[in-house]
């Protein structure tokens, strides 16, 4: 098939998402399609781009800022995003052609304008990846009450829903939402598709943790993004309650809001069991964790939708087993426990959180078998060779 992907995220970003679009692009081509990625790019200094990465054509389309910037700019920016593709699109080669099928990344929520006028250029199928369900997490993180904010962007998500023949969620508890009959049409299609990543080879690392002085500990690794949504704020009263093992050290690589706030608390509190290193290359990554025992997952508390972050999906892939604090009833509680790859903690109480570290770095070194597992589960659930083929069959339906 030609299929046509849209995103906000694409390397040389380094973000989860745009690893995973670069993984499921990679697969995608592998199995014979032909992809164009329109990448929403507000470092453009020209219009449009285009430029081939490992057989992937990547169309860079300019657009207006909406990262790492505040809410009022980045809501206006991504207002307009999709108007702006849409007009740098047009005067681009590619919109003289034509596709079978019509895949988006969500977030953002506001590819909808864009999306349905590829859609009715080409009628075809399209396919929506959804990995938050916005607004209702931030309702659910007391970041937005229920007033015309909220209105306002469940238009603008209803509005990309309604684009969708087909939705992808990422848990089985993502469906309950969509069981609300204004939402969809009934020629719609909801469906599991969970998160994907591709194993890559360890080329090494710019970090070196045997040139730190938290050398010879069990490494417990956080990569990724430091945000409100992560509720890193109990992970650091995790390295705070264990500021005397000598047993446990903690590793924190990458950006996120909340990163300068715990870097300070560190230097404050004079902690000598935790260290900071600045976003690495993805191709890192296996290099990174090679160095480490166990993954940390944190999601804040009052979440109450389901979510399997990208970092889970890359810690199982690599072996680690994971120390998760994370919302009650999310599915990926049960994940865990099932699969045996980790520790999972939904009370938000400290003690429970530091006993289970202690507990999870005593049985890793008696348990020869938890790395398998983990890369098991990966292989089973989390391989871009299923997602890939997933999407196939929806845009072929």
Not at 166 to 186: A, C, P
Not at 352 to 364: C, V
């Amino acid at each position: 098939m030609r299929i046509v992907i849209i995103a906000d995220t694409f390397p040389p970003l380094r973000s989860s998402g745009a690893v995973q679009l670069k993984h499921l692009a990679t697969q995608f081509t592998n199995q014979g399609h032909s992809i164009t990625m329109l990448i929403a790019s507000p470092e453009a200094i020209i219009d449009w781009s285009i430029e081939e990465l490992d057989g992937i054509r990547v169309v860079r389309l300019k657009s207006p800022k909406t990262k790492d910037i505040n809410y009022f700019l980045r809501t206006f920016g991504e207002f307009f995003m999709p108007y702006i593709m849409a007009r740098n699109f047009n005067k681009s080669p590619v919109s003289n052609e034509t596709w079978d099928g019509i895949v988006w990344y969500s977030p953002s929520i506001f590819f909808g304008p864009l999306v349905r006028k590829i859609k009715q250029l080409n009628k075809c199928n399209t396919y929506l990846i959804i990995r938050d369900i916005f607004p209702e997490w931030a309702v659910d993180m007391g970041l937005m009450g229920k007033g015309l904010p909220y209105k306002f962007f469940r238009s603008i998500a209803r509005n990309q829903y309604s684009v969708a023949n087909t939705i992808g969620v990422q848990t089985i508890g993502n469906l309950k939402y969509f069981d609300d009959q204004s939402i969809l049409k009934s020629d719609q299609n909801v469906e599991v598709l969970h998160n994907w990543l591709l194993r890559e080879a360890n080329v090494g690392c710019s970090i070196r943790i045997s040139d730190t002085h938290i050398h010879g500990r069990k490494i417990f690794v956080y990569a990724g993004n430091m945000g409100v949504a992560q509720g890193m704020d109990l992970i650091f009263k995790l390295v705070e309650q264990l500021k005397d093992s000598k047993n446990i050290g903690f590793l924190f690589v990458g950006r996120g809001s909340e990163v300068q706030t715990l870097r300070s608390r560190v230097s404050i509190l004079g902690l000598n069991n935790c260290i900071f290193f600045d976003e690495i290359d993805p191709t890192e990554i296996p290099g990174l964790y090679s160095q480490c025992h166990v993954g940390l997952v944190s999601l804040d508390a009052r979440h109450k939708t389901h979510n399997i972050p990208g970092k889970f999906v890359s810690y199982m892939t690599y072996g680690l087993p994971v120390l998760a604090n994370i919302n009650a009833g999310n599915d990926l509680v049960d994940l865990i426990k099932r699969e045996g790859v980790g520790k999972v903690c939904t009370d938000s109480s400290i003690e429970s959180l530091s006993n289970m570290a202690i507990e999870l770095a005593e049985e890793i070194t008696l348990d020869n078998e938890v790395g398998q597992r983990c890369k098991n589960l990966a292989i089973k659930m989390f391989s871009p060779q299923v997602a890939v083929k997933k999407i196939v069959s929806a845009l072929q339906a």
